[in-house]
């Protein structure tokens, strides 16, 4: 009854589920930004023009290899309260610090979705560009009707394990403030001290709660949509 009474203690002087309301908005927000951005990275690094491939390849490099913390604090510190770069009509600095959070985690991850793309694009067998080019697709049509619909299927694997690490790092944005679930471990820690254990396990649940699911669902839709060889 003990560990049952420090639960509902902890639940009712913390706001834990609207904590992890915020987290799974951050991913899902940050996520459609990250496939979005890493679609058309990927393409740029396939792109016949050596221009575009470089500039794709330094994007992926640039950002895979700059810790996230940065680009978090560069985004919401520097581009929005130094230079008062605000991305929503909203005054609330709580918006302001989603909007940009929501940026940074989006430019970061797309760079690794970019190349979870592209290693799907090289299981597409060459063939197939090569008839679409027959029958008069130019390179975007070939992306578009051709490569993408089938390196998808085979980037499933590494989507799933991308989106899985964007929902920890959401954990980053605690360095803004924002109201997600590692700011809500850091006041429990803070002000309900003799809860540490109970804090981890609450908070350590919540988010194999949440990252659980997506990686069986991945792993399930890999295999359904495997492209047989």
């Not at 954990?171 to 254990?197: D, G, H, R, Y």
Request: hydrophobic share 55%; with cysteine.
């Amino acid at each position: 009854m003990g560990f049952l009474n420090d639960a509902a203690s902890l639940f009712s002087q913390y706001n834990i589920f609207a904590a992890f309301g915020w987290t799974i908005l951050f991913t899902a927000v940050s996520a459609v930004g990250a496939l979005i951005i890493g679609t058309i990275v990927a393409i740029l690094r396939v792109s016949p023009a050596p221009a575009l491939q470089w500039f794709g390849k330094a994007y992926v490099t640039v950002f895979r290899n700059t810790p996230l913390t940065l680009i978090v604090f560069f985004c919401v510190f520097g581009l929005y309260l130094a230079l008062n770069w605000e991305l929503l009509p909203s005054d609330e600095i709580v918006w302001q610090n989603f909007a940009w959070g929501c940026v940074a985690l989006s430019i970061y991850h797309a760079s690794f979705v970019a190349e979870a793309i592209r290693s799907g694009i090289n299981t597409v067998p060459l063939g197939q560009a090569e008839a679409a080019r027959a029958i008069g697709l130019g390179f975007g049509g070939t992306m578009r009707y051709v490569i993408l619909p089938q390196s998808l299927r085979g980037a499933i694997a590494p989507l799933g394990n991308t989106l899985i690490a964007l929902t920890k790092n959401t954990t980053v944005m605690a360095t803004v403030t924002a109201a997600e679930a590692s700011t809500v471990m850091k006041s429990m820690i803070e002000f309900s001290p003799n809860l540490l254990v109970l804090t981890f396990l609450v908070m350590a649940a919540g988010f194999v709660v949440l990252t659980l699911p997506v990686g069986l669902l991945f792993t399930k839709l890999s295999e359904k949509l495997a492209v047989e060889r």
